[in-house]
């Protein structure tokens, strides 16, 4: 399976089990885009994230540690 930007729940996911005990709201967004992009299964243009990608990554990584 291949990650894309659009995959903001999925891309949350893997992060809060690559990264646990992280608080999503304290991850600076240039340290969030890379670490999304060192997701062995993300495979999207770099280039075509933009800051409402990573607020909705984001979102949804606050929402997985609710």
């Not at 291949?2 to 729940?9: E, N, P």
């Not at 089990?17 to 999207?44: A, H, M």
Request: one cysteine or more; proline letters at 5%.
């Amino acid at each position: 399976m291949s990650l894309k930007w659009t995959d903001s729940r999925e891309i949350a996911i893997e992060l809060s089990e690559l990264y646990p005990g992280t608080d999503p709201k304290l991850i600076l967004f240039t340290d969030l885009r890379q670490w999304i992009l060192d997701l062995e299964e993300f495979d999207d243009d770099p280039n075509h994230c933009s800051e409402r990608v990573l607020e909705a990554v984001q979102m949804c990584w606050m929402e997985e540690e609710d």
